[in-house]
């Protein structure tokens, strides 16, 4: 079974939780490929793990494209949604990025989670500084990686049942 997880991801933080999505998925056996969005096909692939950084309360425009790019293949196999983002505890903003209620209407994943997110601020360019001060943002790593471990191995198994391979 080959899967592709992949994402969009402005600071990295979204990287390194696909990159633990598709670690987990390797050592339960999968054939896994962990990619960047942008500019990425989806031809190959027997299913999708498919996630974003938010920002602005929205995916990142190399995931929305991907998938208006590959609806029609997304609509024909396994795919799940992650998102990253909220900080804070307790995680804020709460709820789905925006638009992500149209994407899960027409490729209908097994499942959108959302994971709680990281802000550095040194990282940040002027008008990204001047929103989250606004906002009162807090700073810090809120990823919670037994939750992403917990259901990588969710995702897994879900795939696995469904080859026959369990």
């Known amino acids: ?31 896994v ?3 960047t969005l942008d500019g990425a096909k989806a031809d190959g692939y027997d299913a999708y793990v498919i996630g974003s950084a938010i920002y602005a309360g929205n995916w990142l425009k190399a995931a929305r494209r991907f998938i208006e790019q590959n609806r029609d293949e997304l609509m024909r196999k396994r795919v799940w949604f992650f998102s990253s983002g909220p900080i804070g505890r307790p995680p804020k903003p709460e709820g789905e ?9 027409e490729i209908q994943p097994e499942q959108h989670v959302v994971f709680t997110g990281k802000l550095e601020k040194e990282h940040l360019n002027l008008l990204e500084k001047a929103m989250v001060s ?5 700073e810090g790593d809120f990823r919670d990686w037994e939750a992403i471990r917990r259901w990588a191995i969710e995702v897994g198994d879900a795939l696995k049942l469904k080859a026959g391979a369990v």
């Not at 991801?9 to 054939?31: N, R």
């Not at 638009?99 to 899960?104: H, L, Q, R, T």
């Open 1 to 31: 079974m080959k899967v592709l997880v992949g994402y969009a991801s402005k600071y990295g933080a979204t990287d390194t939780i696909a990159h633990q999505i598709g670690g987990v998925l390797a050592e339960l056996g999968l054939d």
């Open 33 to 35: 490929r962990v990619a």
């Open 97 to 105: 990025p925006a638009g992500m209620e149209d994407y899960v209407f």
């Open 134 to 138: 606004a906002f009162h943002a807090p």
